[in-house]
């Protein structure tokens, strides 16, 4: 266990490193959430006088959302950071030290939790600075952080899989694309009660609205423990369904 | 073509205490191949063994298999006493492997990459930096050891990937074609270092496809071909069972057809020659292997002439390893020349 622990930290400084020193990882995952924040809160200003809406702003409905869609579009690639380590043969490196195992695995995952609290503050920050407003002042914001991070991890294994089952990086590339929809579907941009009906039966099964909702509350309204409370089951559910899958490719591709 | 005692040249060497040990092993990959088919030897304490062999002989699978990375289809493995299938994880605490392709993080330092495997790797923390240091001067990586490896020459990072691989001070270390890709200065700037490597008392175990490298390197090789060790034994003995010089033929031929016929001519036109002790076609020709060859060319010259042999080149030399594995398996080493040349403009 402390083992593990150990070698989980020296890794996951290693893809905390490499992720902090190519800048464009940063550019690019945080890109379109600042665009969508500035942009879609001026054109859609009056989009917030239809009912289902109970932000004084668009700007506040959209903050929480573009917080959530920076995490999302932060771990959408994560997976490959492994895979090229697979191709260029580091992972064998690793495997050949008399570590354990999964903490390669753990290696990489823990430290989504960091890059992703980071990448939400800036959206936080940038959004309180257009004049979004944060009800629940530093212990909130902390908490936004902290559920940025946790769904970071979560979400990251839909990367994983599809990475370590193909093993090609352009494959897990595209099959990433295939859960943008979710992000659009989410309450993200518009209230449930805008939502036409098929939408909001796909709406409840939806983990990223979960995370959302609860980020949003702790911005505009206060602590909710019900919102938080889902949204922590969600994401533990999100959590055991995304790892368990990504522990079993992964034992598969380093059997 | 091999004799029972040719097959085992010196089982004495391996003797005393051996480090690694393999019985029968045996890797057929999905799909079919045998790429290691039945292939015992054992490596003495502090010895520099090496694999000698073709691309594709079997070498990086039975490398991988003794550092743990892969698992055989069949038979038994042990490195230093403990047996790879069931204790893979002890296995790991003896060894170093430098794998045929370099692998080193681009994105860090080449101190953090050592800090790292270190780390990971359990050296004492009070001593992890002094190892370092003395890692880096070894491989004269001390200058670059704060740029990040990315920006490093492919020899530097060759050295670097090694220095990983030793960190721990390892029992064994684990070769795959060290200095593969690598310039000529290069290559025996890090000759020097393995042979360092090797007097401090780390048992080595090399593949390669270099002669050069196993002749100059190992003091023990075993030739691969095919998934099996053709023969082995030291560099030397190796050679003295080619025995005599040498002396290869190039023939001008225009078609394989005709490549074949003059070969059998000068079979026929060689018979009772006393020095030629034997013949062998070779690529683009023939070997012949010649007691004091310098003495019998003039005469070996003069016995060809007439029947349509159009000899492009002579030469001759000393054997080399090379000669040996054309002897064991009437192949050269280097296939890129092995089917080459028929119509001989030498
Ligand atoms: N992962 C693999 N799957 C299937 N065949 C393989 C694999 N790796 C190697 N081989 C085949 O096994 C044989 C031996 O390969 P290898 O051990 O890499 O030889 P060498 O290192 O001597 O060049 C080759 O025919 C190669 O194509
Ligand atoms: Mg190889």
Redesign the interface.
């Given at each position: 266990m402390i083992g593990v622990a150990y070698?989980t930290f020296?890794?996951g400084r290693?893809a905390f490193?490499?992720w902090a020193?190519?800048p464009g990882n940063w550019i690019s995952t945080l890109f379109f959430p600042l665009i969508q924040l500035v942009l879609f809160s001026q054109l859609f200003k009056d989009i917030i006088q239809l009912p289902g809406f109970k932000e004084s702003s668009y700007l506040a409905y959209l903050a929480p959302g573009q917080i959530v869609f920076a995490v999302f579009l932060g771990v959408s690639w994560v997976g490959i950071n492994l895979l090229m380590d697979y191709h260029?043969?580091?992972l064998?490196?690793?495997?050949?030290?008399?570590?354990n195992r999964i903490s390669i695995l753990f290696g990489e995952m823990v430290p989504l939790f960091v890059t992703c609290a980071m990448m939400a503050a800036v959206i936080l920050v940038t959004s309180l600075a257009l004049g979004a407003s944060l009800v629940t002042g530093i212990p909130g914001a902390l908490g936004i952080l902290a559920l940025s991070g946790l769904f970071g991890i979560a979400w990251a294994g839909t990367s994983f899989v599809p990475a370590l089952i193909t093993k090609n990086e352009q494959a897990a590339g595209s099959l990433s694309l295939l859960f943008f929809p979710l992000a659009f579907m989410s309450t993200a941009f518009v209230p449930v009660e805008r939502m036409p009906g098929w939408l909001q039966v796909v709406n409840n099964w939806n983990p990223i609205s979960y995370v959302i909702e609860a980020q949003r509350a702790l911005m505009s309204t206060g602590f909710d423990a019900g919102l938080i409370g889902k949204a922590l089951l969600a994401m533990a559910i999100l959590f055991i369904v995304t790892q368990a899958a990504t522990i079993w490719a992964f034992r598969r591709l380093t059997a | 073509m091999v004799t029972e005692t040719q097959q085992r040249l010196d089982e004495t060497h391996a003797a005393a205490a051996p480090v690694i040990e393999v019985r029968e092993l045996v890797k057929v990959y999905k799909g079919g191949t045998r790429a290691v088919d039945g292939v015992s030897f054992t490596v003495a304490e502090g010895e520099f063994f090496g694999f000698l062999g073709p691309n594709g002989a079997g070498k990086t699978t039975t490398i991988r298999i003794l550092a743990t990375l892969l698992r055989p289809t069949s038979g038994s493995a042990k490195v230093s006493g403990i047996d790879v299938l069931a204790h893979p994880g002890e296995v790991r605490r003896e060894v170093g492997f430098a794998m045929q392709t370099v692998a080193v993080d681009p994105l860090a330092t080449g101190r953090e990459n050592l800090e790292l495997i270190g780390r990971l790797r359990r050296v004492p923390a009070s001593e992890l930096q002094g190892r370092i240091d003395e890692l880096l001067v070894l491989m004269k990586l001390t200058e670059s050891q704060k740029k990040v490896v990315g920006t490093y020459s492919g020899g530097m990072k060759r050295r670097l990937d090694l220095a990983t691989a030793l960190l721990h001070r390892p029992k064994v270390l684990f070769l795959d074609e060290p200095t593969e890709g690598l310039d000529p200065q290069s290559r025996n700037a890090l000759w020097e270092e393995l042979e360092s490597v090797n007097r401090s008392g780390t048992t080595m175990f090399l593949t390669t496809h270099y002669m050069e490298e196993a002749d100059r390197l190992c003091k023990r090789i075993a030739i691969v071909d095919e998934g099996k060790i053709v023969v082995e034994g030291t560099p030397a003995e190796l050679k003295r069972t080619v025995g005599n010089d040498v002396v290869e033929l190039q023939l001008e031929a225009d078609s394989p057809n005709e490549l074949e016929r003059q070969r059998s001519g000068i079979g026929r036109m060689l018979e009772g020659f006393e020095p030629v002790a034997e013949i062998k076609s070779s690529p683009a020709g023939v070997q012949l292997y010649v007691s004091d060859a310098a003495a019998a060319i003039p005469e070996l010259v003069r016995r060809l002439d007439g029947d349509g042999i159009r000899i492009g080149a002579l030469t001759m030399h000393q054997p080399s390893l090379d000669d040996v594995f054309m002897r064991y398996t009437g192949k050269t080493i280097r296939e890129e020349q092995a089917n080459v040349h028929f119509t001989g403009w030498y």
């Open positions: 070698e020296l890794l290693r490193l490499r020193r190519v260029n043969g580091y064998d490196k690793l495997r050949v030290t008399p570590i | -």
